[in-house]
């Protein structure tokens, strides 16, 4: 076997793990939107589909993580490669957690469907289902074209979905002061939102991870953040 022949082979390899990531943050996607028609709808049996599918999110982070790890064993990559390929295994892991937000998401949608004369106003959470979904189609783009700047600019936008969080949380304490008898759906419909402003995390850390990949150190810009006072010791990913 020539050289050329071995590296074209590699080449190939590391393609086929870069189409296993994006193919595998296209499902993420399309788990947000299909979880956020669901909520919108009154969807019992997309949101079960969105549940459903979780399983096949998890099955890619698995392949991802065994192509990897087999591509690290069998071809002893340096320098640039082995650390794309060890960055994909954490790209793999972040978008899968991604994707348990969205299942989380659809969980409520049973509890909420429950709940009568409970009137939601879902624009902020569209607002932000939206920028989350742009987030991940520009990170993505970003991976492809290992484009620092892209990544930056992901990374740099997380604050909006913050904001946007902040203010419906501030919406929602309001709205259950004043409605004591809806305290409880009101928490559900924070649930939601806090999954995607997790979502919005997870989508940055990635974004490092690209930057890493591209530039070969770590991004040591400070994160900017929205306003924490609605951070509470709450776990939101039941």
């Given at each position: 076997m020539t050289h050329s022949h071995i590296v074209r082979s590699f080449d190939e390899d590391l393609n086929e793990l870069r189409g296993r990531i994006v193919n595998m943050a296209a499902l993420v996607s399309q788990q947000f939107s299909q979880a956020e028609q669901s909520l919108l709808e009154k969807d019992l049996k997309l949101a079960a589909f969105v549940r459903a599918n979780d399983k096949l999110v998890d099955q890619m982070e698995q392949e991802i993580e065994k192509n990897a790890i087999e591509l690290i064993a069998t071809r002893s990559p340096l320098a640039d490669d082995l650390r794309e390929?060890?960055?994909?295994?954490?790209?793999?892991?972040?978008?899968?957690?991604?994707?348990?937000?969205?299942?989380?998401?659809?969980?409520?949608?049973?509890?909420?469907?429950?709940?009568?004369?409970?009137?939601?106003?879902?624009?902020?959470?569209?607002?932000?289902?939206?920028?989350?979904?742009?987030?991940?189609?520009?990170?993505i783009d970003a991976y492809i074209n290992k484009s620092s700047d892209k990544a930056i600019s992901v990374w740099t936008r997380d604050i909006v979905v913050d904001n946007l969080?902040?203010?419906?949380?501030?919406?929602?304490?309001?709205?259950?002061?004043?409605?004591?008898e809806f305290i409880?759906?009101?928490?559900?419909?924070?649930?939601?939102?806090?999954?995607?402003?997790?979502?919005?995390d997870h989508l940055t850390n990635i974004?490092?991870?690209?930057?890493?990949?591209?530039?070969?150190?770590?991004?040591?810009?400070?994160?900017?953040?929205?306003?924490?006072?609605?951070?509470?010791?709450?776990?939101?990913?039941?």
């Open positions: 390929i060890i960055s994909a295994i954490k790209i793999s892991n972040a978008l899968e957690r991604i994707g348990d937000y969205a299942k989380n998401l659809s969980k409520r949608v049973v509890v909420l469907n429950e709940i009568k004369n409970f009137q939601i106003n879902h624009s902020v959470i569209s607002q932000m289902i939206g920028i989350i979904n742009i987030m991940n189609k520009d990170v969080y902040d203010s419906l949380f501030r919406e929602l304490l309001t709205y259950m002061m004043e409605n004591p409880t759906p009101a928490t559900h419909l924070l649930f939601v939102a806090k999954n995607i402003e997790r979502a919005g974004a490092e991870l690209i930057y890493y990949i591209v530039e070969g150190k770590p991004l040591e810009m400070i994160r900017p953040k929205g306003d924490n006072s609605s951070e509470t010791n709450v776990d939101y990913s039941g």
